[in-house]
């Protein structure tokens, strides 16, 4: 690898671990927003979100610039297409959360009312997944990429349950449609941001292992275990 193609693959490997920091703090303090009825979190959330966006875009330019400059093969090259799915993805996690906290601001204002699903076990299910799916693409990590994708089955789940949850809860109480529409909202938030981790996961298995898993029914043993060198420091 060039001297010039290695500085520009840790340019853009910092970017993109500067705009994971930003979507998965700000899909925290989403969740927070709904748990808490906290109005100031979610307006924190829906503000930040410009920024995410001027991030991806210099991320998928950096990444275009490199495949012109540098023609990276094998593993370079792997990881920019990589990075280019990751970056929408991780954009697209950020859009998800900004719904979420849009709901938390009307929530905000509302009388809290016992949830007919569990919300809570849902928001944290799928804030590990994000948060496991990162870590594996900092430390190129197949086993914890493998565990994430096989843990999207467990989302789906919870919100299948919930679609009948929330009706029966919206015929006994149909003074707070209203609120249980939105909680319903959040839930399939949270099942999509989950479908993106779950991409995230995938695609760090494709980086390392130069293997295609989405689209199989089957799951997966990861084929080898070993932790590889940090993002930031492997070249």
Known sequence: MSEH???????????LLTLCGIVEENLLKA???????DL???QEVIE?????????VDVEEECLKILALHQPVAIDLRFII???????DLERIGDLAVNIAERGEFLAAQDRIEVPFDFEGMAQKTTAMVHSSLDALVNMDCALAYRVWNTDDEVDAINR?????VKQSI???PDRIEIL???LSVSRHLERIADHATNIAEDVIYMVEGHIVRHRHEKYLPRRTETKSKLETNG
């Open 5 to 15: 193609m290695k500085r520009a693959i840790e340019s853009l490997k910092t970017r």
């Open 31 to 37: 969740v927070a927003s709904i748990q808490r009825r």
């Open 40 to 42: 100031r979190l979610a």
């Open 48 to 56: 930040s979100d410009d920024r995410i966006d001027d991030i991806e």
């Open 82 to 88: 990589t990075a280019l799915k990751i970056n929408n």
């Open 161 to 165: 349950q919930m679609y009948d949850q």
């Open 171 to 173: 015929q006994k109480n």
């Open 181 to 183: 529409i939105h909680m």
